[in-house]
């Protein structure tokens, strides 16, 4: 224990000297991460209607991805019309698509192959957030609170890492 206890300190500060060497944009990337994945758990929604439709992020997520899904099942093999509306249905869909869509890039990103890819994923996150929005326009029966403001900075920060490094260095 304590060969442990004397070990910590090295190992401390090894991590936070490595932390500190970071490239700016890694720096940028890391930390654009550590906000999207604290977004999941703050609240991402309220209700419309007085009431307890508060929903973290994590929540958000699950139910975007997996509610089109289910409702695709019952209707295609259960003959079960559709609860929602064409426009908040597929808005639905590709809000859902978004953190799937954004973890493949990030590790793209970070493991700097397949840069073509990237570009074109990167795109694909940018033009589907708007997505989410419409949904809770259509929808109206939620809004989006801070955490979805978050999660959408810190895929931001992420995507755009490079850029926000490059930037700040031509000052």
């Given at each position: 224990m304590a060969s442990f206890k004397a070990l910590l300190p090295d190992v401390l500060i090894n991590c936070v000297?490595?932390?500190?060497?970071?490239?700016r944009n890694l720096k940028i990337f890391w930390s654009g991460l550590f906000v999207y994945f604290f977004s999941f758990l703050l609240l991402a929604t309220r209700s419309s209607p007085p009431g307890d439709g508060r929903m973290p992020g994590f929540l958000c997520?699950?139910?975007?991805?997996?509610e089109p899904l289910n409702e695709a099942k019952l209707a295609l093999f259960h003959n079960v019309p559709f609860s929602l509306h064409p426009v908040p249905y597929f808005s639905l869909l590709i809000a859902g698509w978004i953190n799937p869509?954004?973890?493949?890039?990030a590790?793209?990103?970070?493991?700097?192959?397949?840069?073509?890819l990237v570009v074109i994923l990167r795109v694909a996150v940018i033009l589907m957030i708007p997505f989410s929005w419409l949904f809770f326009a259509t929808f109206q029966l939620s809004y989006p609170r801070e955490g979805h403001f978050v999660w959408?900075?810190?895929?931001?920060?992420v995507l755009f890492s490079e850029r926000l490094a490059r930037a700040h260095f031509n000052r």
């Open positions: 000297s490595e932390v500190v060497l970071l490239p997520a699950f139910f975007a991805f997996v869509v954004f973890l493949v890039t590790f793209l990103m970070l493991t700097d192959t397949h840069q073509r959408v900075i810190g895929m931001l920060l």
